[in-house]
């Protein structure tokens, strides 16, 4: 089992930057590729970044790519995101989840966190 815990949403002006954090329990999250899905309202949830156990790979959605940045640190058993350049386009609630598998299908991920809310103003 796998409990995940996000934080850092809020409201940012467009251009600006935000930094999530996703906190996990357990001592095997060194095993799990994480990744960051997001959903807007009226819109179907959708991938954003993910990146692999050992840190060593990433993969991002064409939309957030250059702009956004996920990273761990598996000693603290944290997955991040930082973005920047924020548009408005980017509101959603963001989450972080886990999974054995390293891909960008939401259904692969057997873990979820609640959510946290990003919204970005014109």
């Known amino acids: 089992q796998v409990q995940l815990v996000e934080s850092g949403g809020g409201l940012v002006q467009a251009g600006g930057s935000l930094r999530l954090s996703c906190a996990a329990s357990?001592?095997?999250?060194?095993?799990?590729?994480m990744a960051w899905f997001r959903q807007a309202p009226g819109k179907e949830r959708e991938f954003v970044a993910a990146?692999?156990?050992?840190?060593?790979?990433?993969g991002y959605a064409d939309s957030v790519k250059g702009r956004f940045t996920i990273s761990r640190d598996n000693a603290k058993n944290t997955v991040y995101l930082q973005m920047n350049s924020l548009k408005p386009e980017d509101t959603a609630v963001y989450y972080c989840?886990?999974?054995?598998?390293?891909?960008?299908?939401?259904?692969?991920?057997?873990?979820w966190g609640q959510g946290t809310q990003v919204t970005v103003s014109s």
């Open positions: 357990g001592r095997t999250f060194s095993r799990y590729a």
């Open positions: 990146i692999t156990g050992s840190g060593f790979s990433t």
């Open positions: 989840a886990a999974s054995r598998e390293w891909n960008a299908r939401a259904s692969a991920y057997d873990y």
